[in-house]
């Protein structure tokens, strides 16, 4: 049993053309050929013995985006930004989609709290409280060439 949604936009807010997606909850794992496979997600089994990876550092995330090793969920540390990341693929197309999500507990969200929770997923405002210049740098490199 995979975890799917039907709708993406059921479970997240996001725009009409991302949220009309079904997609599927995926971990990937770098081969020993150096090609990234996408395994399904399950209770029963997976690809990891660890559920996800707290990143501590930059240089945590860049290494967690080059090879998962398995693992689901990336929680960045707070300079980041988002507050969680993971990995879900379009039953469709098959296309693989970087999931950044901020959550904010809140019975209403003032527009200023609805910015900041973009910004704080939008990869050009990753690590905006720059720890490391050359791991900033990486990361933009990685996200803008990479995925």
């Known amino acids: 049993m995979s975890y799917s949604w039907n709708i993406l936009g059921e479970v997240f807010e996001c725009s009409a053309t991302l949220?009309?997606?079904k997609v599927s909850l995926v971990s990937l794992k770098r081969g020993s050929d150096g090609y990234m496979r996408i395994h399904p997600v399950s209770w029963k089994n997976g690809s990891s013995d660890r559920f996800g990876l707290k990143?501590?550092?930059p240089e945590?995330?860049?290494?967690?985006?080059d090879n998962p090793d398995g693992k689901i969920f990336l929680f960045p540390?707070?300079?980041m930004g988002p507050d969680l990341l993971c990995f879900v693929q379009d039953e469709e197309t098959g296309e693989l989609i970087l999931l950044a999500v901020q959550a904010k507990v809140s019975p209403t969200?003032?527009?200023e709290s609805?910015?900041?929770a973009i910004n704080s997923i939008t990869p050009n405002f990753f690590y905006t409280n720059v720890v490391?210049?050359?791991s900033l740098f990486a990361l933009n490199f990685f996200l803008n060439f990479m995925l």
Do not use: C, Q
């Not at 945590?60 to 985006?65: E, K, M, N, Q, Y």
């Open 132 to 134: 490391s210049i050359k």
């Open 109 to 111: 969200i003032s527009s």
């Open 19 to 21: 949220g009309s997606r």
């Open 55 to 57: 990143a501590t550092s």
């Open 77 to 79: 540390n707070n300079h």
């Open 60 to 65: 945590d995330v860049l290494g967690f985006l």
């Open 114 to 116: 609805w910015i900041s």
